[in-house]
């Protein structure tokens, strides 16, 4: 993961610059970390060496140097760099950027328009830069947080290549802390575990790591910080985390996804920090009560009872104690026998009743309360399973134009081991009756 700060000499006065803008780089080769998107064998990377720039979208979080990179692709490709903001840029402005860059490009001066939070223009106004970029009129650098997919017009994702900017790593951070505290010409004032602590105060932004070593280097220190000292007088930053947006999806995904996996550790974790995001319990647990009946299933019929056990203690007890007894459902279905047999049996049998929406029950099984519809052969021939020496008769109860389906196929795991036997044994039995 990376950032975008550089530690090459200021070429205007320092004294009232914030040390973020200070430690921006000069170059693309000294922004720290997104090797994935920078690397000589990445997209930019190989886009640069061939001297062809396409339009891109920058998705990421915050202060991981979307504004940066387009500013120094633009240097590189010897473009005018433009940057509006979606948020306080309106059509009338817009108009005005696109008039200047024709007159520009007539002039011999191409132009990368970079448009910050890309996302809140409406679909009317991301159309409004296709013709723009058709005719190569602006070569356009648009910068998002939320997933392009359900943000961003087609027509405009069509025309450009989203590119995925990660948060910082621990050691992007420390690298970054590192050119400040040459810029500043003095080490950090912290112990060992302080100096981890901001690091992960700044929660993978670049930004805010820059911001809290500026405040810690304005305080009036004579010895080194304690982790204590550091916590005392900074607050951590705010966790990301949207429960309408992309941390959302991906949040409830990792926990579903660790519960199928049967990982009762990394289950709790992505359950805490959903939690610790602001998420609302009872969101938590019907998606875990989904776990149970998707996940599990009949492996393990109890693993629903719990879920809604969980479910009313929470009802009753509120928060935060009625939490605990959604984490305990958590690690119940993380350690339960999975299957989706019977999720997977119930998909199939929709589609054939899709396709077999008309056909009628078999004519033994009908009911026939009136003369008319026993005349009609209504019921006639239908075996009463109690009678059966064994309690089943072996009957068809499908339709009698439609070949006989089997759907559910029970997985040799916890219960469903037992039905398994069952279905088996159903089976065979029916074998020896129809012959």
């Not at 027509?155 to 948060?167: C, D, E, G, H, P």
């Not at 930053?237 to 990982?263: F, M, P, Q, T």
């Not at 056990?309 to 339960?336: D, F, N």
Request: net charge neutral; hydrophobic share 40%; with cysteine.
């Amino acid at each position: 993961m990376a950032d975008l700060f550089d530690t090459g000499p200021a070429t205007a006065p320092t004294g009232s610059r914030p040390l973020a803008d200070r430690l921006r780089p000069a170059k693309i080769a000294d922004v720290i970390g997104q090797d994935q998107v920078l690397g000589p064998d990445a997209p930019l990377g190989t886009m640069l060496a061939s001297g062809s720039l396409s339009s891109l979208i920058f998705w990421g979080p915050p202060g991981v140097g979307k504004t940066t990179i387009a500013r120094l692709l633009a240097a590189e490709t010897d473009l005018h760099f433009v940057q509006i903001s979606a948020i306080f840029t309106g059509v009338p402005d817009l108009r005005k950027v696109f008039e200047a860059a024709k007159i520009r490009r007539q002039n011999g001066k191409g132009t990368l328009l970079f448009v910050d939070e890309i996302h809140r223009f409406n679909k009317a106004q991301q159309d409004g830069f296709l013709p723009y970029m058709e005719d190569g009129t602006i070569l356009l650098v648009g910068a998002t947080t939320e997933n392009p997919s359900f943000e961003l017009n087609a027509a405009v994702l069509s025309r450009s290549q989203v590119l995925i900017l990660t948060r910082l790593t621990l050691v992007d951070l420390e690298r970054l802390a590192q050119r400040a505290e040459k810029e500043l010409d003095r080490p950090l004032p912290l112990e060992g575990s302080a100096r981890e602590t901001l690091l992960d105060m700044a929660d993978g932004d670049g930004r805010a790591l820059l911001n809290l070593v500026e405040q810690i280097m304005a305080w009036k220190m004579d010895k080194k910080l304690t982790t204590d000292d550091l916590t005392k007088r900074l607050m951590k930053r705010a966790v990301k985390y949207d429960k309408s947006g992309d941390e959302h999806y991906n949040l409830i995904s990792a926990l579903h996804k660790s519960v199928r996996g049967s990982d009762p550790d990394a289950a709790l974790y992505w359950f805490a920090r959903m939690l610790a995001g602001g998420e609302d319990p009872r969101y938590l647990a019907r998606r875990i009560t989904r776990m149970a009946v998707e996940d599990i299933g009949l492996a393990d019929p109890q693993a629903q009872a719990v879920c809604l056990q969980s479910w009313e203690t929470y009802e009753r007890l509120g928060s935060p104690e009625g939490e605990l007894a959604l984490a305990q459902a958590v690690t119940y279905l993380a350690l339960a026998p999975k299957s989706n047999a019977a999720y997977v049996a119930y998909k199939v049998a929709v589609v054939a009743a899709k396709q077999t929406g008309s056909e009628p029950p078999p004519s033994h099984i009908l009911n026939a309360p009136t003369k008319l519809m026993k005349e009609q052969g209504f019921g006639a021939g239908y075996s009463y399973d109690h009678d059966a020496e064994d309690g089943f008769s072996g009957q068809n109860y499908f339709p009698e134009t439609m070949k006989r389906g089997v759907y559910y196929l029970p997985v040799d795991r916890g219960f469903e081991r037992e039905l398994k036997k069952r279905v088996d044994f159903f089976a065979g039995l029916r074998a020896k009756r129809q012959s």
